[in-house]
Antibody, heavy 121, light 110 residues
Framework: QVQLVQSGAEVKKPGASVKVSCKAS????????MHWVRQAPGQRLEWMGWINAGNGYTKYSQKFQGRVTITRDTPATTAYMELSSLRSEDTAVYYCARGFRVGAISAVGYWGQGTLVTVSS | QSALTQPPSASGSPGQSVTISCTGT?????????VSWYQQHPGKAPKLMIYEVSKRPSGVPDRFSGSKSGNTASLTVSGLQAEDEADYCC??????????FGGGTKLTVL
């Protein structure tokens, strides 16, 4: 079965960077898009970007352009999201989420368990 | 990209139907048949309920249905049940390989 297992909670100081990992299993890693979505406490889901796990193409939300980097390690079937220049407003649960269908990016079918990133001085 | 617009709350009694709207623009909802809906219970990851406007993934009850007219998509939950109480969020493909989410609607079963 499809599983996305994320790395554990992080506490960072303002200005630092965080890198969250997402280990995928149960499907052909390179056939699906992987999105990153975050949710601040009590707030809406916010799309950050996605990566084509096959060819490495990335697309980032304008809001995060220049601060976010999404990468993947295909032998390790793991995707990564790094967010830099952290500020308190970046405190949120960060999810990796796989595209629902092969080659499609428009719907997210499987979600990781979420990683809480807390930014505090 | 701006978030899609959803009402903050909706409610209905058990057995009733409720419809939640999701309004975007011609650059997202209106321009593509790639609207999805997610259900999220507190403390849990979202669950895909509808994709490509009106298609249901395997295992999603047929009480959940989706539609679209112009720049507005809708999710209808028929025969409301207590377990349907959750947050519902729409998303849409947007121009140039972007994705955009709605603000979310809290559905209360009275």
């Amino acid at each position: 079965q499809v599983q996305l297992v994320q790395s554990g909670a992080e506490v960072k100081k303002p200005g630092a960077s965080v890198k969250v990992s997402c280990k995928a299993s149960g499907y052909i890693f390179t056939s699906y898009a992987m999105h990153w979505v975050r949710q601040a406490p009590g707030q809406r889901l916010e799309w950050m970007g996605w990566i084509n796990a096959g060819n490495g193409y990335t697309k980032y939300s304008q809001k995060f352009q220049g601060r976010v980097t999404i990468t993947r390690d295909t032998p390790a079937t793991t995707a990564y999201m790094e967010l830099s220049s952290l500020r308190s407003e970046d405190t949120a649960v960060y999810y990796c989420a796989r595209g629902f269908r092969v080659g499609a990016i428009s719907a997210v079918g499987y979600w990781g368990q979420g990683t809480l990133v807390t930014v505090s001085s | 990209q701006s978030a899609l617009t959803q009402p903050p709350s909706a409610s209905g009694s058990p057995g009733q139907s409720v419809t939640i709207s999701c309004t975007g623009t011609s650059s997202d909802v209106g321009g593509y048949n790639y609207v999805s809906w997610y259900q999220q219970h507190p403390g849990k990851a979202p669950k895909l309920m509808i994709y490509e406007v009106s298609k249901r993934p395997s295992g999603v009850p047929d009480r959940f249905s989706g539609s679209k007219s112009g720049n507005t998509a809708s999710l209808t939950v028929s025969g409301l049940q207590a377990e349907d109480e959750a947050d519902y969020c729409c998303s849409s493909y947007a121009r140039s390989n972007n994705l955009v989410f709605g603000g979310g609607t809290k559905l209360t079963v009275l």
